[in-house]
């Protein structure tokens, strides 16, 4: 699943080393940040929890919703 973040970086910095002759340094660094964010997304699917999750399954107070009783 992480190849995903990180191969289509990979090998459009090759095609750029070969018709280039080297890879430019901004490539680097945005195709870094690129790959970072990507994985980080990833990373948060299964760390965040999804507040409307809670709200809908009856959990109301993990999410500091307090009900009225009258």
């Keep these: 699943m992480i190849y995903m973040?990180?191969?289509p970086c990979v090998?459009?910095?090759l095609h750029q080393k070969q018709t280039l002759g080297s890879v430019p340094v901004w490539s680097y660094i945005i195709h870094g940040v690129l790959i970072l964010i990507g994985i980080a997304n990833f990373v948060n699917?299964?760390?965040v929890e999804?507040?409307?999750d809670a709200f809908v399954s009856g959990n109301n107070a993990s999410i500091g919703i307090e009900e009225n009783t009258v």
């Design 45 to 47: 699917q299964f760390v």
């Design 11 to 13: 090998v459009y910095m």
């Design 50 to 52: 999804d507040p409307y």
């Design 5 to 7: 973040f990180f191969l």
